[in-house]
Each structure stands twice: as C-alpha cells, then as structure tokens.
C-alpha cells in the first residue's frame, strides 16, 4: 500500500465524529466508501474490499453508545493509517479539492485542532489507536428532513427527495431506484432526532462542547433541530462557549432562527447557493430565488462573530455560468454593506454530475469571465475576504481547465439522470443551462410543452 503525499495526515478521525440524519456514522461528510455508516466490526480495508456490512450490522446512534463507537475496531484502525501515514482511498475527495486549490475538511481541522490536539494523536499511537477523550467537534444531522430536492443531493439526505422519487417510480432510472432503495433501508426506525438515547446523550455532551457543526436535510426546517439550538442558545446558555458552524439553503430562515444564531459565542453560516436566478432555482428544485435574496438581506442582523459564507456546489450543470451568481453578489455586498466571503465545494455522492463531463472546450470558454471577476471584483479585490475569495476562484479555474476526458457511459449515465429529473419536475435542462447540449449530442431529449413545466 502507497504513503499518504508528505503533509496529508488528517486529524479527523481523532477529533471529530459524523452523525447520518437516520442515526449511522462516518468519520466525516468528506469521506467516500461508506454507504451504510461505520461497522461494528472490521477497518475501511474490509469495507472497501466489498465485505461491507448490512445497515443492521454497523453502528446506529438510535441505540448505540457514542462511546462504542469512539472507540471501535474501525476507529481505532482508521486512527492508526493517518499516523502510520497510509494511503486510505476513501479520503479522496480532500485530495482533489486540495490539487484544485480548493480548502479541504482536512485542512481546515488539521489547522483548527493539530497542534491543540498533538497529545491525542500521541495516545493514539501508544495504545494502538484508542483514545480517552470524545470529540471536540460535532458534526450533527439531526434528520435528513428537507423543504428541497437538489440535483446533487440523494434520497438519503433530503426526505423531499425522498417523497418525490416515491411519488414516480415510473420515471426512475437505474441509479434513481438504487438510491430510492438506499434511502428506505436506511430510514427504517425513524430519525435521529427522533431517539430519547441520542437527545439524552448528545444533551450531556454539550455541556463541554466548543465546536458544534449542523447540516440536514435542511437544518431550519427540522424542529427537533431547531429545539436543540434554541435549547443551547436560549435556555441552558452552553452556545455562549460554542462556535458553531451551520449550512443552510436559506429558504425558511425566519426572525427566530436569527435570535438562536445570535445566542451563540461565534458562527460560520455557510448558505448553499448554487446560482444566479433561475439557474438556483433550477438545481435547488424547488427553491425561490426572490426568497433567497431576501433572506440574505436578513443576515446582517447576525452579530459581529458570526462569518457569512455563499457555498456554492461546483457541478456540470453550472460550473461555466457561475460568474453571474459571483457578479450578483459583488453587487449586493456593495449595495448592502453585508460582507461575505466565499467558499466551493464538490459534488460528493453524485459523481455523475462531475465538471469533466462538459467537454474542456466547452470549459474554457467561462476561463475569461473568471478571470474578469478576479481582476475587478470588490470581492476579490478589496473586501476583507479578498485573500480567501481569489483562492476559491483560483480553484474553480482549475476546474475548469481539468484536461479529464468523461467516458461514454459516464456521459449516458448524466443524460439518463438529468432526464428523468426533468421527466419528474417538467423542466427543460437546455433552456437554462444550453452549454450543456454538448453532452446532450446524439441522444434523444424528451420535450415539453410550456404547460407541462413547473415554476
């Protein structure tokens, strides 16, 4: 088995535990390979090496300890690959972002906690990668309770993606019923947020906590999660030590949501804004995107701790018209006296809807609108995010220059899901998104009329 490339040790596994909104773990969102969570028994080796467990054989924090977890045969394994400095394949994704520039899950935790958790590593290493402490960071789905259904999400994340697959499994391709299927096996015995154990553990914990991370389904649109953050941040005042880090699609954000946020000692509100106008709205399904910049005006009313994030999910659909959401937001920070900064990140359960699938020609022709807006931004030219704003457009210039060729089937494979999402929806991909008739070349496309399509 190769070594880890000198500097990519990752701190993770040491610090931090991933919990799944039907009560299965990862090591972290990141992480690839895992499709059922953590097993109670057996390494990554034996995953990958497709003796992956069935979901009633890995660990559910429904009814397990978070303790067992912690420190079970796979953690301790895992643990001991990072300071052995192994190569893990599951850990990819860090990587390429990395290669592209991009900031990582990886980077960012090995900055944050590497050197104030230096003495955890080295129990680690003493006792064969068991260690005392529990996390320090919590990454809590709650639920994969969702008012969305977004074209590089899953059945398995959003229950609104969940039900509209449900509602027509005559237009299910192959990898539509595949994840429908997913999705059911794991939501058998309910959420997470929905067990007594978990409350009552995850209500202990928090009295200590320092680094709390929300995600969803949507977060704002799950009470059980809205409880628990107005619980810390109105009643036991534990979010006055937190720093927490929370994504939302910022459809529902109300006055209240902004009361619980301000309770909180810091805060990273990431919003998950994939483009300009329609282009959201249509990869967002069914987002508004009068909503959105209206709830983004809200934002201002966070206190001064709180950083505000556009993160946008770099895809095939819109890596080449991704200027125009970042020349609205140019705008708009000027207009509004808001500051934002921003952050990329990269389709992860949908490989399918990878940027190399729109031919590198095709590609290059967004290169000088980048590089436009690097050079005459406010963004990336005078606001104090400046630094980390040119670094994510540098990393989207790379993907859009990635010499990667897409494979015949890779490219069936998109038109086969694009094409059933719009059988279900009654959108047209090309009348928003044309550059990608490229792909679309030499296949069939289904046409509707005007009084077929939705809003």
């Known amino acids: ?190 959420h997470l947020g929905d067990s007594a154990l978990f409350r009552q553990q995850i209500d202990e914990v928090m009295k200590d906590a320092r680094y709390l991370e929300m995600r969803g389904g949507e977060v704002f649109a799950d009470p059980e999660a809205v409880g628990f953050l107005a619980k810390l941040a109105l009643e036991t005042k534990h979010a006055q030590q937190i720093r927490l880090d929370l994504t939302t699609n910022l459809t529902t954000l109300t006055d209240h949501h902004l009361d619980i946020l301000n309770g909180f000692k810091r805060g990273t509100i990431k919003c998950s804004i994939d483009g300009f106008a329609e282009e959201n709205d249509y990869i967002r399904y069914p987002s508004k995107w009068s909503v959105i910049v209206k709830n983004l005006s809200r934002l201002k009313h966070l206190h001064k701790g709180w950083t505000k994030v556009i993160q946008p999910t770099i895809s095939v659909y819109q890596i080449c018209t991704l200027h125009r959401l970042f020349w609205f937001l140019d705008e708009f920070v000027k207009s509004n006296g808001l500051e934002l900064s921003l952050s990329l990140t990269s389709v992860r359960d949908t490989p399918h809807l990878d940027p190399h699938l729109l031919p590198l020609a095709v590609r290059q022709k967004a290169v000088p609108e980048v590089n436009k807006f690097l050079s005459r931004s406010y963004l990336c030219n005078h606001s104090p995010h400046r630094e980390m704003n040119r670094k994510m457009l540098c990393g989207l210039l790379r993907s859009l220059e990635d010499p990667r060729l897409a494979t015949e089937s890779e490219r069936r494979e998109f038109v086969s899901y694009t094409q059933a999402l719009d059988q279900i929806r009654g959108q047209s991909t090309l009348a928003v998104f044309p550059q990608l008739a490229a792909i679309f070349e030499g296949t069939p496309l289904r046409v509707f009329s005007e009084t077929q399509k939705t809003n």
């Open 1 to 190: 088995m190769k070594k880890n490339e000198p500097g990519r040790f990752c701190i993770v596994p040491f610090v931090q535990l991933n919990t799944r909104g039907q009560g299965n773990l990862r090591v972290c969102c990141t992480i690839t390979g895992l499709p059922y969570g953590i097993p109670r028994t057996g390494t990554i080796d034996e995953v990958n090496a497709k003796k992956s467990p069935a979901t009633r054989e890995t660990f559910d924090l429904r009814v397990d300890p978070i303790s067992e977890v912690w420190n079970s045969e796979f953690m301790r394994d895992f643990r001991m690959k990072m300071i052995n400095g192994e190569y893990v394949s599951n850990c990819e994704k860090c990587f390429y972002l990395e290669d592209r520039g991009i900031n990582s899950k990886r980077v960012n935790r090995n900055l944050l906690f590497g050197e104030s958790h230096a003495h955890v590593v080295a129990e680690a290493q003493a006792t064969g990668g068991k260690i005392s402490t529990l996390p320090a960071w919590w990454e809590i789905r709650f639920s994969t309770k969702c008012n969305l259904s977004c074209r590089m999400c899953t059945a398995s994340l959003s229950t609104k993606r969940l039900s509209e697959l449900q509602a027509h499994p005559e237009h299910l391709n192959a990898e539509l019923k595949g994840e429908l299927e997913m999705a059911q096996r794991l939501l058998v015995g309910g």
